[in-house]
């Protein structure tokens, strides 16, 4: 006690530690802030890892290694910021601090974790209202440093994500009506899942914008660049999926074999599919218009991505249908389900 004030004071030793860790502890809030869809990825991967341990009725601990997917994505991105970024200040704790996290974290959860079961229509309110705050997160993060990057997630990848969604559910591959909370006539899918699709694009491309800015030799390469956008995004996916499919947030076409934890792998194929090829166009406008990652985009350029989105498309469904032939031969479940689709078309025509 201090016999002037009386109150309790702090030992020197105290104060002066406190003053030699905080420029470490400010460095590491910076880093956060200043890669947000990042640590996102780090996020969902422990939410998720501890819905699969408590939240699902059984619990599912075999999901539990999906986590290695977004989570991988992670550490490579903390890593490579880590080795090759100039403003970071202390690079062996930049280094260490992450990959210790995403480590101790997921472990500490599977080691001790208490049952929380929550109801089916509970589960997916959260997963379908969650996208939003995601979505929020990302909005007020481009917001802070580069307002036209939101036209670009939230205008031109809304409408791309909005025709995949919708496409999916109108040509059968599943449906999402257990998702009723924010559908919106006319669309068939839930406003939440089309949002989704900026929400993931978003995270996956600021990665690879920044990947972009540390190894210039990705620069070089529109198509490398957007494989991993689309890479990146599956990650995040491989863990989403599995979870998502057993509470019936979508529910696959019963021709669709399951293939991952319940999940067809035409749904994984059909990720690459469409994620690469609008990445690639992307990185391709890009380079077009001069804009530079993470740079202002003009409305004209906006206006531009959006006229290449019918490419996208294009290239997307050639991908996929040459990939599925591969994979099932032209008479497998996706084939059926195409030509089945093409027949009720004909037939209302």
Not at 9 to 17: D, K, N, Q, T
Not at 307 to 314: G, I, M, Q, S
């Amino acid at each position: 006690m201090s016999a002037r004030t009386g109150e309790t004071e702090l030992p020197r030793e105290a104060i002066g530690l406190r003053e030699a860790t905080w420029p470490y502890v400010r460095a590491g809030l910076r880093a956060m802030g200043d890669d947000l869809p990042a640590w996102l990825f780090f996020w969902n991967a422990c939410l998720l890892l501890n819905t699969s341990l408590t939240n699902l009725v059984p619990a599912r601990p075999d999901f539990a290694p999906t986590i290695v997917f977004p989570m991988g994505v992670f550490v490579l991105f903390t890593t490579v910021r880590a080795l090759k970024a100039p403003s970071v200040r202390f690079p062996k704790l930049a280094l260490v601090v992450p990959v210790a996290m995403a480590l101790g974290l997921p472990l500490l959860n599977l080691s001790w974790h208490a049952p929380s079961p929550l109801e089916l229509s509970t589960l997916r309110a959260v997963y379908e209202l969650s996208n939003f705050l995601w979505a929020g997160l990302l909005v007020r993060f481009f917001w802070k440093r580069q307002r036209s990057v939101l036209a670009y997630f939230f205008g031109v990848a809304l409408v791309y994500g909005a025709v995949l969604e919708n496409g999916g559910i109108v040509l059968g591959f599943f449906d999402e009506q257990n998702l009723s909370l924010t559908m919106v006539e006319p669309f068939v899918a839930p406003v939440a899942t089309m949002i989704g699709w900026c929400v993931v694009l978003g995270m996956a491309t600021y990665l690879v914008w920044r990947l972009r800015e540390w190894v210039p030799a990705l620069r070089r390469s529109a198509l490398v660049s957007g494989a991993l956008v689309g890479g990146f995004a599956t990650m995040l996916d491989l863990q989403i999926d599995p979870i998502a499919t057993m509470t019936g947030c979508w529910v696959w076409d019963s021709s669709l074999p399951p293939w991952f934890h319940g999940v067809p792998q035409v749904n994984f194929v059909a990720w690459l599919c469409a994620l690469v090829p609008f990445a690639w166009v992307m990185f391709r406008v890009q380079a077009r218009e001069g804009v530079v990652d993470l740079g202002p985009w003009s409305r004209r350029q906006l206006l531009v991505a959006l006229a290449f989105v019918p490419y996208a498309l294009v290239i997307a469904l050639a991908c996929f249908m040459t990939s599925t032939a591969l994979l099932e031969g032209t008479d497998g479940p996706s084939w059926r389900l195409l030509a089945t689709f093409a027949g009720r078309w004909g037939a209302s025509r």
